[in-house]
C-alpha cells in the first residue's frame, strides 16, 4: 500500500487487522529494566543488518588483532573465548560468500497471501517469530542456494563465535581480554602501552584533565555535567572552601559569579551510589568542581575541586601538586559513571525504545509517520537487548568496569528517564535548562543547534506534507492511539508523553524532531566519545580503585594505586574501542526507494543539502578550535542507535 494516513486508507479493515496482529507480537516488558516499558523481545524484522554485522566484525579483527599481540609480548595463552574470536576473519569471510539477503525479514502476514481478507484473524497461523535468545543451533544446510537472511548471518555469527548474539559484544570486550595482562601499572606509559595494533587516541580531555595535563578543561564526553550556578545558592558551606582554593589562583568566585563566568559541575547524586566490588572493591566519588572562565579565553578551566560532599570537606587547587591531580582523577571517574549510566543509557538508549514498541505496535508500516521515523529505529531493540542481557547484567562488563554496584548504575539510568520530562529533551530546551547559551564556547551545544535545525525544518516539511492542519491530525486514529499508549503507565511510561505532544502540527513537529534528534545527534555526542576519549584509563577511569584522596600529603605511587590494574584497564580499552568505532547508517542518507511517496524526494534533498551546510561548518569551526569536535558532524552521526 502507499503511504498514506489512516483516514485516507482504501482498506481499512485490512490495516487495523494487521495492526492488532502486530500488537499481539510485540510488547512492553518492565522487568529488564526495573520498571521501563521495553520490548520483550528482539522482533525478526529488527534483527541487525549484514551491513551492520560487517561493521562490528571488521571492528572486532582490529581488537584481537590487539589482543594476540598483547597476548603475544607477555608471553600468556589465549583464553577459549579468545581463541574462539580469533576466528572472526574467516568467519567475515564466509559469510560474505555465501551472500546474505539483507532485506528487513518481515513476519508472514496472512493479508499478504489473501485477495479477499477473512472477517476473522482465526486459523490464519499467524508467525510470532523472534530472534531466539541462544541462536546457537543449526541453521539451513549450506547446499542451498538460497541467501542467507540477515537473521540467518547473525545465528551464523553466534555460532562460530560459541556465544549467545546478545554476548558477542560483551565477550569481545570482556572474556576475551581476561588472563591476557595481569598486574598494576607502574607508570601511566604502561597503561598506554596496552595499545599495540590499534591506535591510542591520544585525547587527554574530559571534565579535568589527568596528572599529564595542564589542567586545562575540555567539554568532555558527557554534555551536561557542568552547569551555571544560580546565585541565589550563594557560596555557602562547601562553597566558600571552594572559593577559597580559587581565591589562590587570583580568582574571585563571587566576581566570576556575577559576571556569569561561572560553572559547576556537582556530583551529589553520586553520592548515594554504593560502591561496587566486582572484580575487586571500588570506590564512588562524589565530587564538586568549580570552573571559571577567565577574560580571552573561550573554555573555563578548573579552579577548584572537593572530592567529597560532607561540610568541612577540604578543597584543593591547582597549586597542589599530586593531590590536585588525584582530585581531578575523582571528577573524572564521576563524570564517566554519570555519562554511562545516565547520559548514555539513560538518556538515549532507555527514552528511545519504549518509541520503537509503540511505532511498531500503533502505526501501519503505511503511515507517514512510520515512514519518517522507522530508519531511526535500526537496530535499538536489538543493542538494548543485547545491553540488559550481557553488558549492564549483574557480573557484565559494565559492573566490571564502573565505580558504582550495577544495581546502583541501572537505578541511576532510570531515575534520568524518569526525572525529565520529554519535552524538556528538545534540544534548545535542555540548553537553556542547563545555563550554558553564554559560555563562550561550547561545541556539543553550537554543532547540535545546527543539526537540531536541519532535522526540525525537515520534520515540518515533512508534516505539512500530510497535516493540512491541525484538524487533520485530530482525524488520526493510529497517531493519538500511539502518543496515549507512550505517555501511560500500561504502555510506554514515558514521562510528560501523551495526546497533548502531538495535537497540532507544531507540537508534532517539536516530538518528532526530539526523538530523531535523540536516536541520532545525542547519541553519538555521547556514544563515539567512548573511543576518542574514554579509552585510555590513563586518562579517563570508569573506576576509583582506593577511597577519594584527602588530604594534601599525595605521590604519584597514590595516583598509579587508584587507577585500575591492567586488566581492567584492557578491558576498558576494549569496550571504549567496539562502541566508538562502529558507525552505521549516516544522517540523511535513508534506504533508495524508502519514501515512497515522490513528493517526498524534493524535501529530502532540501534536508541532505542543510546538512551538508552544517558539514562545512562544522569543518571550519574545528578548524579554529583548539580542539576539533567531530561528534556532531552530520557524516558522522548514525540514523538510530545501532551501537
Known sequence: MPTCLPQDDNSPARRARRLRRRQAKVRYNYEHIAGLGISSGVPLDHAPSWAWWKKVLSTAEQLIGNLKALSNREGTTPNPTLQSMMEITALRVEVESEGVDDQIEHEHDPDDLLDVAPTSGAGLGEDTRQLPDDPRTPIRDKLTLRRMTRSEAGQRIATRLNTPWQKVISDLADKAAVGVISGRASSLDELRRLFISVPCPGQREGCCKTASSSGYASPGPTPWSSAKPRAARGLEGQGALLAKKAAQLGESVEDALRDGRLYVCDYKALEALPSGNFPVPKFMPAPIALFVVRAGNKLPRPVAIQVEQRAGAPAFGPRDGWAWNLAKLAVQVADGNLHESVAHLGDTHLVVEPFVVATERHLSPDHPIYKLLRPHFEGTI??????????????????????????????????????????????????????????????????????????????????????????????????????????????????????????????????????????????????????????????????????????????????????????????????????????????????????????????????????????????????????????LHPSLVPLSINI
Open 382 to 631: 536489538f543493542i538494548n537487548n543485547s545491553a540488559h542481557s550481557a553488558l549492564i547484567a549483574t557480573g557484565g562488563t559494565v559492573d566490571r568496569l564502573m565505580s558504582g554496584t550495577i544495581e546502583a548504575s541501572r537505578a541511576a539510568a532510570v531515575a534520568a528517564v524518569n526525572g525529565t520530562p520529554f519535552g524538556e529533551r528538545a534540544f534548545p530546551v535542555a540548553i537553556a535548562k542547563r545555563g550554558v547559551n553564554d559560555l563562550p564556547e561550547f561545541p556539543y551545544r553550537d554543532d547540535g543547534m545546527l543539526i537540531w535545525e536541519a532535522l526540525h525544518a525537515w520534520v515540518q516539511s515533512y508534516v505539512r506534507l500530510y497535516y493540512a492542519n491541525d484538524a487533520a491530525i485530530a482525524e488520526d486514529a493510529e497517531l493519538l492511539e500511539w502518543a496515549r499508549e507512550l505517555g501511560s503507565k500500561f504502555g510506554g511510561r514515558v514521562v510528560g508523553f501523551g495526546i497533548p505532544r502531538v495535537k497540532t502540527r507544531g507540537a508534532l513537529v517539536q516530538s518528532l524532531t526530539t526523538l530523531i534528534f535523540t536516536a541520532s545527534a545525542q547519541h553519538a555526542a555521547v556514544n563515539f566519545p567512548q573511543y576518542a576519549v574514554m579509552s585510555e584509563a590513563a586518562n579517563f577511569p570508569l573506576a576509583l580503585y582506593a577511597p577519594p584522596h584527602t588530604t594534601m600529603n599525595a605521590h604519584e605511587t597514590d595516583f598509579l594505586n587508584a587507577l585500575p590494574t591492567l586488566e581492567q584497564a584492557l578491558i576498558q580499552l576494549n569496550l571504549g574501542f567496539l562502541l566508538g568505532n562502529v558507525r552505521h547508517t549516516a544522517l540523511g542518507e535513508y534506504e533508495e526507494g524508502w519514501f515512497d511517496d515522490p513528493r517526498v524526494a524534493p524535501l529530502l534533498k532540501t534536508h541532505q543539502t542543510k546538512l551538508r551546510a552544517a558539514g562545512r561548518v562544522i569543518d571550519a569551526r574545528n578548524r579554529e578550535r583548539r580542539r576539533k569536535y567531530p561528534y
